[in-house]
């Protein structure tokens, strides 16, 4: 796995892991109580959804606590006048003609639909530590790649407010 990420991802995620164990893991427990007290669990629905709701929540702690233990620490700092992680830019793509405003963030943060893209991506791997001016080539894959140039540069900070994807 070895996903790059901040102390301050791994601190969320071991939020949310205390609270899926400490809230989650009881509820989902008293509801399958709850549900098998019904009777014939081979047609109880309430069953089947509560058993279901709690074999996902004990996937989700699992996933998390192996993204811990495998993860790569990174820092979140960069120069005043460069790229980093948490700044938000505006890119110039060339073959478009178009510019977009995108936020650079960790793997687990990214989402693409609310202009948060990864820095591990084609294009967040290129903006990084370039300056406002740069014109950068954006590597897809062996054979194909295109130019951006960086309009705008936002320093930014993270506040926790961007969520963890989940899975």
Known sequence: MYDKLTEKDIKKMQEE??????????E????????????DLSENFEYH???????????RIRYLEKMI???????????????GLYNTVDVYFEDDDETETYKLVTTVRG???KGLISS????????MGHKVGDRVYVK???RAGYYVVIKRLEKTVDDGSDQLRRY
């Open 69 to 83: 233990k495998t993860a790569q620490i990174i820092s979140d700092e960069s120069k005043e006048d460069e790229v």
């Open 28 to 39: 989902a427990l008293e509801a399958v109580k709850e549900a098998r007290a019904q009777g």
């Open 120 to 127: 591990e991506s084609p294009l967040g791997k290129a903006l």
């Open 49 to 59: 959804a509560a058993k279901k709701d709690k074999n996902q929540n004990e996937s």
């Open 111 to 113: 989402n693409s639909i």
């Open 17 to 26: 892991i205390n609270y899926r164990k400490l809230v989650v893991r009881k």
């Open 140 to 142: 897809v894959n062996d």
